[in-house]
């Protein structure tokens, strides 16, 4: 049973680029989560898709989009790169009733 | 205010010790909760679910006081391999809902 996938794990960017990062959830999940984790702190709750809309919005600027598409995967972009967008981005699926599983995660550094 | 907070520690415990950690959530709203552990480097895992009457799963027993918005997660006979950072989460509304983690509390067992 494939868990949650995302690509890629590692990717270089420079300031002012944009990037887009994918999400496979786990089978059986509709419900994708995107998460900012920096280094020494908790994951960061970025937003949540559903039914392909965005359901719920953490604190985090337009410069962050999304989408779901209708096999529930995902993509999380990011326009005009600063360097306080390095972090380690976490997807997590999960049912409608929540209980997540994460992926791996991308390690994002912007130089 | 953090809507999560956690005690960030570190928390240097030997083998055989009993640790507890505690973590306050700001949102009355906040509908369900958990702990999470999350290893170096790694992706956060599903520890346990935290349920009012309190529950227990093995050397893990976590407590929830809805009227103090309060949760603890104690672990008794401290191993080397439980050397990791504990996550509260809280899930806020029903529904739709919102995950927020915390910032996580730092443990290393020690032989």
Redesign the interface.
């Known amino acids: 049973d494939a868990g949650v996938t995302q690509s890629p794990t590692h990717l270089i960017k420079t300031r002012g680029q944009q990037v887009t990062l994918r999400c496979s959830p786990k089978s059986g999940h509709d419900t994708v989560?995107w998460?900012q984790q920096a280094l020494g702190?908790?994951?960061?709750?970025i937003f949540?898709y559903?039914e392909e809309e965005e359901?719920?919005r953490?604190n985090f600027p337009d410069r962050f989009s999304g989408h779901q598409f209708p096999n529930y995967s995902s993509e999380l972009n990011v326009n005009a790169l600063l360097l306080g967008d390095s972090a380690l981005y976490?997807c997590?699926s999960s049912p409608r009733t929540?209980?997540?599983?994460?992926?791996?995660?991308t390690r994002l550094t912007v130089v | 205010r953090k809507e999560?907070e956690?005690d960030p520690g570190p928390f240097n415990v030997p083998e055989g010790a009993t640790v507890a950690f505690n973590c306050t959530y700001s949102n009355s709203a906040s509908q369900?909760f958990?702990w999470y552990r999350q290893d170096c480097r790694?992706?956060?895992?599903?520890l346990m679910?935290v349920y009012s009457s309190g529950n227990e799963d093995g050397r893990f027993t976590a407590q929830l006081n809805r009227a103090s918005q309060y949760i603890s997660l104690l672990i008794r006979d401290s191993k080397l391999s439980d050397s990791a950072t504990y996550?509260c989460v809280v899930?806020i509304?029903a529904g739709?809902?919102?995950?927020?983690?915390?910032?996580?509390t730092r443990l290393f067992v020690k032989a």
């Open positions: 989560s998460y702190q908790g994951p960061q709750f949540q559903y359901r719920q953490g976490l997590a929540g209980g997540y599983t994460f992926g791996s995660g | 999560v956690q369900s958990f790694k992706e956060p895992k599903l679910s996550l899930n509304g739709g809902f919102k995950t927020i983690f915390g910032a996580g």
